[in-house]
């Protein structure tokens, strides 16, 4: 996550490269550092310094990272003349590198010659099975390809070996909501609350596929979690708010005839109707008629 002082310095140098006031190397190196996209900048500020000898000379070996990284930037930016030039140059300096073999895959994947990338990519996995780039490459090609139970395989495959890899986790989850296999994806978002506790999304995503999923079990846990999404976020959740009122309301119709549980599940949706009035009066009062409709649904 770039933070407002390193986003405003990204901004000073680029606005200094353009009016001519140099910095580009400065500013190349410094979306290295801060793993941000701006491939177009990128694209531009490094054919300036690769097409000139004399600033390319002053690099020594950071002069093969930025054909890199120029690389990649020609690839996002559909270049792919530039792209190709670029990783000639690397294969013929390090003729036996895999991360010259990634690029490689990239350009193929680029192109479209899904079954040649895919064998390149399987190629590299072969000699080094923990090569978490070309895993994940392996992922992001079948997702191009929408072949989405091929991406499952992948991120499975992945995540016995990287189990801490929380961002595979949250694909996975996603992936599997999007292809409605909610019982999988309720699995993933147990591992990643196991994982950060203390993030109100992968709480709030939880009870969504949980109420989702339904019965009076789930409808009960997903309460849970949208109360606990509540809790994290000081109460300033409106959709788990809304989540709290939905699965009392299910809740309600489910357990009829159990006076405990009906009690229980009107003086919830009490407190958390007003809560979501008293936010709409400070935040949205305009808002309000359609919220009183819309909770006398419930």
């Not at 310095?9 to 941000?36: F, M, N, P, T």
């Not at 895919?118 to 994940?136: A, I, R, W």
């Not at 959740?237 to 599940?265: F, M, P």
Request: with cysteine.
């Amino acid at each position: 996550m770039v933070t407002e002082l390193e986003d405003a310095e990204l901004k000073r140098l680029e606005s200094q490269v353009e009016h001519g006031g140099g910095g580009a190397w400065e500013y190349l190196s410094l979306v290295r550092k801060l793993h941000v996209r701006r491939s177009e900048k990128v694209l531009k500020y490094g054919l300036w310094i690769l097409n000139d000898p004399k600033k390319r000379s002053t690099l020594g070996d950071e002069e093969w990272t930025l054909y890199e990284q120029v690389a990649i930037a020609a690839m996002d930016c559909h270049s792919l003349d530039i792209a190709r030039d670029c990783i000639n140059v690397l294969t013929k300096k390090f003729p036996e590198s895999k991360r010259v073999g990634r690029l490689q895959g990239m350009l193929l994947e680029a192109k479209g010659c899904w079954e040649e990338a895919e064998k390149t990519y399987s190629n590299l996995l072969e000699e080094n099975p923990l090569d978490q780039v070309v895993h994940k490459r392996r992922v992001a090609m079948a997702k191009a390809e929408g072949d989405l139970l091929k991406a499952i395989e992948c991120l499975n495959k992945y995540l016995k070996v990287f189990m801490a890899d929380n961002d595979a986790w949250r694909e996975l989850a996603e992936i599997y909501v999007s292809l409605q296999m909610y019982k999988q994806a309720a699995f993933c978002y147990e591992e990643l609350i196991l994982a950060q506790p203390t993030n109100p999304l992968y709480h709030l995503a939880y009870a969504d596929v949980l109420y989702t999923l339904g019965g009076l079990e789930n409808l009960q846990t997903a309460k849970k979690y949208y109360a606990s999404t509540i809790d994290i976020t000081g109460g300033k959740n409106v959709r788990a708010l809304y989540g709290i009122c939905l699965c009392t309301a299910a809740i309600g119709q489910l357990a009829k005839g159990r006076n405990k549980d009906d009690k229980e599940s009107v003086e919830l949706r009490s407190l958390t109707a007003a809560v979501l009035e008293k936010e709409y009066k400070n935040r949205a009062p305009s808002k309000l008629p359609i919220l009183m409709s819309t909770l006398k649904l419930f």
